[in-house]
C-alpha cells in the first residue's frame, strides 16, 4: 500500500482529497436532515474540495492520457504522421497548460493573498493554489510524454528503411 502511494503520489493526493469531499459532504447531510442543525463550515469546505479534486483529476487525467480525443491520428492517418501528430497535440496543451493554468494562476495567487473566504475568512490563496499546482503537475507529465514522442520519432527514423 505504501509503495503505491510512493510510486502514484499525485492519484493518491486526489483520492486523499475526495475521501476528505465525501466525509465533509456526508456529515454536511448528516447534521442537516437527520440532526436538523447544519453545520455552517461544510457547504464552503465541499466547495473548495472539490475545486482541487476538479484541477488535480484532471492532472491525473494528463498523467493517463485519460482525457477526451477525437483519435484522428488512429483512424485515419498513416502510421508516419501518427507521432509528428501526437507531438503537436501535446506541445499546444503544454502550451495552453503552462499559459493559463501556470500563468494566470500565479496572477490569481497574488489577488487571493488578500482575500478571505466568506463563511471561514480562510485565505484564497489556499483554494487559488490548486489552479498552478495542478498546472505544473499536468505540465510534468506533458514533458514527459513529449519526450517519449520525440525518442520513438527518432527511433522510428533509424529503423526506416532507405529507398
Known amino acids: 500500500m505504501l509503495r503505491k502511494i510512493v510510486r ?4 493518491a493526493f ?6 476528505a469531499l465525501v466525509i465533509v459532504v456526508l456529515l454536511q447531510i448528516i447534521y442537516r436532515y437527520i440532526l436538523a442543525s447544519p453545520l455552517s463550515w461544510s457547504e464552503e469546505i465541499s466547495r473548495y474540495l472539490l ?12 498523467k493517463h492520457k485519460g482525457h ?12 508516419v504522421l ?6 503537436l497535440v501535446d506541445l ?3 502550451g495552453f497548460v503552462v499559459l493559463v ?24 490563496i489556499y483554494v487559488y493554489l490548486a489552479i498552478p499546482t495542478s498546472g505544473l503537475a499536468m505540465a510534468y507529465y506533458l514533458v514527459k510524454d513529449i519526450w517519449r514522442l ?14
Not at 502514484?8 to 492519484?11: A, H, I, K, Q, R
Not at 477526451?68 to 502510421?79: A, H, Q, R, V, Y
Not at 501556470?102 to 484564497?124: D, R, T
Request: proline share 7%.
Open 101 to 124: 493554468l501556470i500563468g494566470q494562476g500565479v496572477k490569481f495567487l497574488a489577488v487571493g493573498k488578500g482575500q478571505g473566504s466568506p463563511m471561514l475568512n480562510l485565505p484564497m
Open 8 to 11: 502514484y503520489p499525485l492519484e
Open 150 to 163: 520525440i525518442s520513438l520519432g527518432f527511433m522510428q527514423r533509424e529503423h526506416r528503411s532507405p529507398m
Open 51 to 62: 475545486v482541487w479534486v476538479s484541477f488535480f483529476g484532471a492532472a491525473v487525467a494528463v
Open 68 to 79: 477526451f480525443g477525437l483519435g484522428f491520428d488512429e483512424l485515419f492517418l498513416p502510421s
Open 92 to 94: 499546444a496543451i503544454l
Open 82 to 87: 501518427k507521432v509528428p501528430i501526437s507531438l
Open 14 to 19: 486526489t483520492c486523499l482529497l475526495l475521501i
